[in-house]
């Protein structure tokens, strides 16, 4: 009896530990924080495709109406109404962001006088007025007629009143300088040039050391307009040709970022240096004008034929000048330029954005577009902000109704004064430049966001390339169920790949074509600018005919650059799912290989042009390649880490580690005295450069000019931009390796 009562009592016992046991652990396991999947989870697939199928062509449409309406150029009214209207969407109760603010700078202007307005004018020996330029350009529709059009102008052009005698210089290059100089006296000349071959401001100051007095710009037909030039029947508003009267404006400065306030935020308490100490200006009037005005002069000229590459397409015998011919209408005359432009300091804003990260807030993603225009801007920029504020409609209505938060922290930016000079993006990296040095993981860039409506278009970094891809064989092209973006993309871009075979073509991110520059080339953050473009096939446009002119405009874009705004819906969709890829992925999705694969190409570019010749210099490029080989091994070894690792089975650090090993990838390349003599240019890999080599910049602008001097000097800069070089691809190596 007692036995039995005993052995109920263990048995008891027992099963009662058992199930305190089972009990224990069960709520201490369901207990868990929430944080703990939280940070092992990795991007929702299912959220981007709903994503893609909630991006509204006919929300992008209305938004480019909206941004539309008014011109609105810098620190104008109109500017100022966009400050708010970005303030009120990304504030907005149902679809805003976390937070929105605007960040202030005090930036260094140009601007014509409104009430004298630059004109240029043919003067007889009597000083007759003989012909005057268009002071606007010539309206078609109730836009060209707002009252708020600036008249065309070169932005930091210097005001003056040179007058002298008309020669034609092509693109204003120093060889097409060169060339005139050979048998022509330029001295006390006013110089007429195409867009193109050389920057703006450039082909002023190229022909100053030449005794040029004055500089006239314009776009010829043969390079923006396949050659149409009548408003009668080809050009617009009956196709998206350039009409005659249409003027380029743009900034004329070399450098990028505030001019007086370099490497410093420009506030209202930062020091400036004086006016006279900006470097990279023009040293001598400038004044773009229309194709109608510059064939009117040219036409006129006396002189030499000029080589057959520099004619254009006016039906007329192209001269070099100088002065007009005794049987044109303005013999004995001279070309007089009356600028007026002046510079000050007005404030710019600069619109910013958050959804911040629910696991990693301190990594950031940034997407930026700029927001001011030079009139209208329907494409440039606008396209882009209409693009941004569908993405963040559609992202901000699911964190609003509690659906989604980012991984890391997305930070939207409207950027001021980006046609002046990149101003706005390049105030806010040198303002945050620690912060965003330290955290962020890349920079998304859609300036114009469609050029046209054939294919897509990127540019960027090697180590984006591969989310790149990714992104664009998920979305569809306009009009299409089954052709992905990718594969309408490589039919018209592309290029052969060691590792891939026939690939999309990812271009370069050199120069400052756009606000990616402070970020790529300033910061070393890993960057890409995305846009839909044209066939090449059937046009040889340089760009959108319609740019930086009066004719930009809604109506321009409804039209003839994307009806219906499908493309401006693919490129929303496309750098959305991008976006959400960098912010959402366990790993952020880069691969050091692709950057192994460009280095490798830009190194045997090197080694083949080069070589010969700097062995006879003593300078010796093995250990170039052997940097090479360096860093090829260690990102296999990262990639292996990566392929043989079940990285939500890991610890939080370690996955932490391997992305801060891919972030900090491209900081690597970021020499601060590389390039002591051009502001801003950081990157040993994507700096501006002269050559025409597709290798290292550093190395090839040295190498050119060793060529040219054969100074000891020279060569000795060679062996320098060589050793930068090395240092910078051991270092990215050293990067990428697992621990010391």
């Known amino acids: 009896m007692w036995k039995k009562i005993l052995l109920c009592g263990l048995v008891g016992a027992a099963v009662l530990t058992v199930g305190l046991l089972i009990g224990h652990y069960g709520i201490t396991k369901s207990s868990s924080p929430d944080w703990v999947g939280a940070v092992s989870r990795d991007v929702d697939e299912s959220m981007i495709e709903q994503f893609i199928k909630q991006v509204d062509n006919k929300q992008i449409e209305e938004n480019l109406r909206e941004l539309t309406k008014v011109p609105h150029m810098a620190t104008s009214q109109g500017d100022v109404q966009l400050v708010q209207y970005m303030l009120d969407r990304w504030k907005d109760p149902k679809t805003g962001l976390d937070d929105a603010w605007k960040d202030t700078y005090k930036v260094y202007l140009s601007f014509p006088d409104d009430n004298t307005p630059n004109n240029v004018t043919v003067v007889s020996s009597t000083n007759s007025v003989l012909f005057t330029s268009r002071l606007k350009e010539k309206d078609y529709t109730e836009d060209q007629r707002h009252p708020d059009i600036v008249q065309p102008y070169a932005a930091y052009a210097p005001a003056g009143n040179p007058r002298g005698k008309l020669v034609y210089a092509n693109q204003g290059t120093v060889s097409d300088y060169e060339f005139l100089n050979e048998t022509l006296n330029l001295t006390g000349t006013i110089a007429i040039v195409r867009y193109g071959g050389a920057g703006r401001g450039n082909k002023a100051i190229n022909g100053a050391p030449f005794g040029v007095i004055g500089v006239l710009v314009y776009t010829d037909p043969k390079d923006i307009n396949d050659g149409k030039m009548s408003d009668e029947n080809e050009t617009y508003p009956y196709s998206w040709y350039l009409p005659p009267s249409g ?58 034929d000029p080589p057959p590459d520099w004619k254009g397409s006016f039906n007329c015998s192209y001269k070099l000048g100088p002065g007009f011919d005794l049987n044109s209408k303005f013999p004995d005359s001279d070309v007089q330029m009356n600028i007026y432009n002046k510079c000050v300091l007005k404030n710019s804003d600069n619109v910013m954005g958050v959804i911040r990260g629910s696991v990693e807030p301190d990594r950031y993603i940034l997407y930026g577009n700029h927001r001011d225009s030079w009139v209208h801007g329907a494409i440039d920029p606008s396209s882009g902000t209409a693009v941004m504020l569908e993405i963040t409609r559609v992202l901000g209505k699911m964190v609003k109704e509690g659906k989604w938060k980012p991984r890391r922290s997305i930070i939207f930016g409207s950027w001021g004064a ?40 990127v540019q960027g970094s090697p180590a984006a390339q591969s989310v790149v891809f990714t992104a664009t064989k998920q979305v569809k092209t306009p009009g299409s169920q089954t052709l992905s973006v990718y594969d309408n993309w490589i039919q018209y871009f592309n290029r052969s790949s060691p590792t891939h075979g026939t690939i999309p073509l990812l271009g370069y991110m050199t120069g400052a074509g756009s606000d990616y520059a402070a970020f790529i080339h300033f910061l070393g953050i890993t960057s890409m600018d995305i846009a839909y473009t044209y066939d090449r096939s059937k046009t040889k446009a340089r ?80 250990p170039l390649m052997n940097a090479m080989a ?111």
Request: charged residues 25%; glycine residues 4%.
């Open 247 to 304: 003027v380029e404006r743009g900034g004329f400065a070399q450098d990028f970022g505030d001019l007086r306030t370099p490497y410093l935020a420009a506030k209202d308490h930062t020091y400036r240096i004086p006016e006279s100490d900006i470097k990279g200006l023009p040293p001598i009037p400038m004044q773009p004008i229309g194709f109608e005005d510059a064939y009117t002069l040219i036409c006129a000229l006396t002189g030499p």
């Open 418 to 457: 980006e046609e002046f000079g990149l101003i706005g993006s390049t105030e806010y990296a040198e303002e945050y430049y620690s912060k965003l040095r330290d955290r962020t993981v890349a920079y998304i860039n859609v300036d114009i966001s469609v050029f046209a409506n054939a294919t897509l278009r």
């Open 543 to 622: 760009i959108y005919p319609a740019y930086h002119t009066a004719y930009d405009t809604f109506d321009y874009a409804a039209r003839y650059i994307d009806p219906g705004f499908t493309s401006h819906q693919t490129v929303a969709r496309t750098a959305g799912n991008v976006l959400l890829r960098l912010a959402d992925s366990l790993l952020i999705p880069f691969k050091a290989s692709d950057y192994a694969e460009t280095l490798e190409q830009f190194s045997k570019t090197a080694l083949d042009t080069y070589n010969v010749i700097l062995t006879g210099k003593n300078i010796d490029m093995v």
């Open 630 to 740: 360096k860093f090829k091994s260690a990102a296999s070894n990262l990639e292996k880490l990566i392929r043989d690792s079940d990285l939500t089975l890991e610890t939080p650090l370690k996955v932490r580690r391997i992305n801060d090993q891919l972030m900090f990838m491209e900081r690597a390349f970021i020499d601060p005295l590389a390039f002591p003599d051009k502001q801003h240019f950081r990157h040993v890999i994507w700096a501006s450069k002269s050559s025409r080599v597709p290798t290292f910049p550093g190395l090839a602008d040295a190498f050119d000019q060793a060529q040219k001097s054969d100074s000891a000097q020279d060569w000795q800069q060679v062996h320098r931009h060589l050793s930068i070089i090395i240092q910078a691809i051991e270092g990215a190596a050293h990067a990428l390796e697992e621990v010391i």
